[in-house]
T-cell receptor, first 114, second 114 residues
Framework: EADIYQTPRYLVIGTGKKITLECSQT?????MYWYQQDPGMELHLIHYSYGVNSTEKGDLSSESTVSRIRTEHFPLTLESARPSHTSQYLCASSDRTSTAGELFFGEGSRLTVL | KNQVEQSPQSLIILEGKNCTLQCNYTVSPFSNLRWYKQDTGRGPVSLTIMTFSENTKSNGRYTATLDADTKQSSLHITASQLSDSASYIC?????????????FGRGTQLTVWP
């Protein structure tokens, strides 16, 4: 079982609120990722990090921001949530031993913006 | 354009029956192909990872095949159980960058009825 944790699992908030989705892993992985997933659709990469103080935007444009101050922690923040941000957000991590290592996913955070 | 197409989109089978899910891809260059199982409301869990040189890989009742020449993969589930009800996602990785970019299919939603 993967040691990667996301909180909250479910969040319902009003438009304009600031939210932070937490993601932590205890496997010592350098690489961490945030994906967005809508029902029946493929996962889209929105942010990734190769290590501490390294963050990059993914393929899907997102108004969210991320930080990587500690290896084990990769939070995602929305400064002003909108209904269009309603989605499932999945955090994942992998090790550095191969170009595309095994991905371990968290359980996801389902965000609903009213 | 690099794509991953899965079929069927959804499938219903009776408990105890076998089934096969298909994945066709156009990703190039090719590094590896993965199958994930995603239970409703949960994060994806890896079933198999296959590299270019591997034709078949098994994980319990799950057997994945890969034909790198035709760029096709299949996931065969033997003696299905109710717990097999989930979305099965095919993911292909390229060798185009150190990130080893991942291309996700939309998944096949499998429902197993008693």
């Amino acid at each position: 079982e993967a040691d990667i944790y996301q909180t909250p699992r479910y969040l319902v908030i009003g438009t304009g609120k600031k939210i932070t989705l937490e993601c932590s892993q205890t496997m010592g992985h350098d690489k961490m990722y945030w994906y967005q997933q809508d029902p029946g659709m493929e996962l889209h990469l929105i942010h990734y990090s190769y290590g501490v103080n390294s963050t990059e935007k993914g393929d899907l444009s997102s108004e969210s921001t991320v930080s990587r101050i500690r290896t084990e922690h990769f939070p995602l923040t929305l400064e002003s949530a909108r209904p269009s941000h309603t989605s499932q957000y999945l955090c994942a991590s992998s090790d550095r031993t191969s170009t595309a290592g095994e991905l371990f996913f968290g359980e996801g955070s389902r965000l609903t913006v009213l | 354009k690099n794509q991953v197409e899965q079929s069927p989109q959804s499938l219903i089978i009776l408990e105890g029956k076998n089934c096969t899910l298909q994945c066709n891809y156009t990703v190039s260059p090719f590094s590896n192909l993965r199958w994930y199982k995603q239970d409703t409301g949960r994060g994806p869990v890896s079933l198999t990872i296959m590299t270019f040189s591997e034709n078949t890989k098994s994980n319990g009742r799950y057997t994945a095949t890969l034909d790198a020449d035709t760029k096709q993969s299949s996931l065969h589930i033997t003696a299905s159980q109710l717990s097999d009800s989930a979305s099965y996602i095919c993911v292909v990785s390229d060798r185009g960058s150190t990130l080893g970019r991942l291309y996700f299919g939309r998944g096949t939603q499998l429902t197993v009825w008693p």
